[in-house]
T-cell receptor
Framework: ELKVEQNPLFLSMQEGKNYTIYCNYS?????LYWYRQDPGKSLESLFV?????AVKQEGRLMASLDTKARLSTLHITAAVHDLSATYFC?????????FGKGTRLSVIA | EAQVTQNPRYLITVTGKKLTVTCSQN?????MSWYRQDPGLGLRQIYY???????DKGDVPEGYKVSRKEKRNFPLILESPSPNQTSLYFC??????????FGPGTRLTVL
């Protein structure tokens, strides 16, 4: 059974700092997703990672995938307040999609 | 505008009264799915569909039904809702394993 674990679950970071969110999954997965959710809103897709060593970047966010370690990371560079949100990773082998519990990120001045 | 729409957005109902939450997408996506989001439990997949007339169970299918008669629509049916189905529901669609687009959510309360 595929299980997905994120950590930390809560993260308070200062503006301008760097930090990494970790996403571990328990069995082989053929794809890994990262999503963002603002309070009271729907989910927005950030990245889809399909192969070992995949790295994708969008603005201050960079996601990577290590299928051998069963680990994906979401790295935040020079955080700004607008990045405050809950971030989810999700993994799948065939289907269905299994989500982590989410990391609630607060960026403070 | 490319979008996934859900209706209703908010619903309060009583135990045992059948209801349907509609989901429609205008992007010609093959893949559609339903999730529920609960505090402390994250998102859990209820059902998914790879194409018309092809549906399969997700992690928490009990108490739910779906149908996929047309490519654009994927309704979620609760034949006999119970209070433990009170939740926030999201529909999503995508081309196969590509980026998923989520609907705005339906907040359901079952009394």
């Amino acid at each position: 059974e595929l299980k997905v674990e994120q950590n930390p679950l809560f993260l308070s970071m200062q503006e301008g700092k760097n930090y990494t969110i970790y996403c571990n999954y328990s069995t082989t997965s053929d794809r890994l997703y990262w999503y963002r959710q603002d309070p009271g809103k729907s989910l927005e897709s950030l990245f889809v990672l399909l192969s070992n060593g995949a790295v994708k970047q969008e603005g201050r966010l960079m996601a990577s995938l290590d299928t051998k370690a069963r680990l994906s990371t979401l790295h935040i560079t020079a955080a700004v307040h607008d990045l405050s949100a809950t971030y989810f990773c999700a993994a799948s082998l065939d289907t269905p999609l299994v989500f982590g519990k989410g990391t609630r990120l607060s960026v403070i001045a | 505008e490319a979008q996934v729409t859900q209706n209703p957005r908010y619903l309060i109902t009583v135990t045992g009264k059948k209801l349907t939450v509609t989901c429609s997408q205008n992007m010609n996506h093959e893949y559609m799915s339903w999730y529920r989001q609960d505090p402390g439990l994250g998102l859990r997949q209820i059902y998914y569909s790879m194409n018309v007339e092809v549906t399969d169970k997700g992690d928490v299918p009990e108490g739910y039904k779906v149908s996929r008669k047309e490519k654009r629509n994927f309704p979620l049916i609760l034949e006999s809702p119970s209070p433990n189905q009170t939740s926030l529901y999201f529909c999503a669609s995508s081309f196969d394993t590509d980026t998923q687009y989520f609907g705005p959510g339906t907040r359901l309360t079952v009394l």
